[in-house]
């Protein structure tokens, strides 16, 4: 049996998960309305991801004999002034999710909880995944965003994304 706090954690991230899904869908609805499909494929692909995540947690959740307990998700920001802006909301939104993680890692250390350790570990190699491909994009549009051209291609390769469940 975990912990309440533990438990109650791994909830709350459970729904940062589910709520980080429902803020890239809002920067693929930006990247839509603007005629950036590519980019939106990569934002809707990456709401997956999130998806996946959540619904990850909540498995080991009733894995463990808990509940999971779903919150209301917050309305996310819906406008932007260019596609880099989105990118950086992308890579701080990572950021913030890699300190919950660091978080739910020392709860469970200080519970010797050693089974969520061990499931939180995923994650943790997952978000420095997740902030590099973030840098990464943010570099390369910084590089190209005065270039239509150059532009169009890197959106069109992003366009080809797609998320596969493990």
């Keep these: 049996m975990l912990s309440q706090s533990l438990t109650e954690a791994l909830n709350k991230q459970m729904n940062e ?8 869908m809002a920067m693929a609805a930006y990247c839509a309305k603007e005629s950036y499909d590519g980019f939106a494929n990569f934002y809707e692909q990456q709401a997956e991801e999130e998806r996946f995540h959540g619904t990850k947690i909540y498995n080991y959740l009733n894995d463990r004999d808990e509940h999971a307990i779903f919150t209301d998700i917050k309305a996310p920001k819906t406008e932007f002034s260019t596609i880099l802006e989105t990118f950086e909301a992308g890579l701080a939104q990572e950021q913030q999710v890699t300190k919950n993680f660091y978080q739910l890692a020392e709860i469970a250390k200080n519970d010797n909880e050693f089974a969520t350790i061990s499931f939180l570990n995923w994650f943790l190699d997952e978000q420095v995944e997740e902030e590099a491909m973030f840098k990464k994009h943010i570099d390369y549009i910084r590089r190209i965003i005065d270039d239509a051209n150059a532009l169009y291609l890197y959106e069109k390769e992003l366009g080809q994304r797609t998320f596969q469940a493990e």
């Design 17 to 24: 998960e589910f709520q980080a899904a429902h803020a890239y």
